[in-house]
Nanobody, 114 residues
Framework: QVQLVESGGGLVQPGGSLRLSCTAF????????IFWYRQTPGKERETVAA????????NVVPSVEGRFSVSRDNGKNTVYLQMNSLRPEDTAVYYC???????WGQGTQVTVSS
């Protein structure tokens, strides 16, 4: 079955860290550019990060620059989103996606709260 599965979300205090994982099943992952998005109720979905298929180029949006980073291990069919210095405004459901295939994961909840 072709799918993306996110994991690693949870509850963390402000200033803490989490690492999200996005694991691919059923397709040639090493050819896919992967994006991370997040969404909170009542707000538009926001692009957070992206990484090329070979991992040589990646970007994060200004609101998370210096705190978040994206990487991948094609041998493990997995993309990671390392999130440091988390803030309450980072609270959201985080999704990974392969826009080229129109493929989305189910999302993982990240809650930053004391």
């Amino acid at each position: 079955q072709v799918q993306l599965v996110e994991s690693g979300g949870g509850l963390v205090q402000p200033g803490g860290s989490l690492r999200l994982s996005c694991t691919a099943f059923g397709f040639t992952f090493s050819r896919a550019a992967i994006f991370w998005y997040r969404q909170t109720p009542g707000k538009e979905r926001e692009t957070v990060a992206a990484i090329t298929s070979d991992g040589t180029n990646s970007n994060v949006v200004p609101s998370v620059e210096g705190r978040f980073s994206v990487s991948r291990d094609n041998g493990k069919n997995t993309v990671y989103l390392q999130m440091n210095s988390l803030r309450p405004e980072d609270t959201a459901v985080y999704y990974c996606a392969d826009p080229g295939r129109g493929l989305w994961g189910q999302g993982t909840q990240v809650t930053v709260s004391s």
